[in-house]
């Protein structure tokens, strides 16, 4: 089992940029697939990055392409999210998720195709 601790987030203002961390234990992440999701308040969970399991591939909702990188560092065994140029709407609680296989195209953005969640990090972005 593995235990993951989401690090990084707090208040910045729009257009200014943020490195969220998702740091690992109890098991090395070289063996998992990783997800970044987020929820807003009075929204549901959202996919935001995926990155499989080699770090070779990854995929991104439309609404963050272009600003947002996801990235896997298995010798410190943490993923992080780059969130640069942000916006009031990137305002949620963000969530890191670790899946135990590399994830086919369509199921990268569904919440139970991963196997672990941690416990969230606020993102506050003022307009």
């Known amino acids: 089992q593995v235990q993951l601790v989401e690090s990084g987030g707090g208040l910045v203002q729009a257009g200014g940029s943020l490195r969220l961390s998702c740091a690992a234990s109890?098991?090395?992440?070289?063996?998992?697939?990783m997800g970044w999701f987020r929820q807003a308040p009075g929204k549901e969970r959202e996919f935001v990055a995926y990155i499989n399991i080699s770090g070779g591939t990854t995929s991104y909702a439309d609404s963050v392409k272009g600003r947002f990188t996801i990235s896997k560092d298995n010798a410190k065994n943490t993923v992080y999210l780059q969130m640069n140029t942000l916006k009031p709407d990137d305002t949620a609680v963000y969530y890191c998720?670790?899946?135990?296989?590399?994830?086919?195209?369509?199921?990268?953005?569904?919440?139970?195709?991963?196997?672990?969640w941690g416990q969230g990090t606020q993102v506050t972005v003022s307009s």
């Open positions: 998720a670790a899946a135990q296989r590399s994830l086919f195209f369509r199921l990268r953005s569904v919440t139970t195709s991963y196997d672990y």
């Open positions: 109890g098991r090395t992440l070289s063996s998992y697939a």
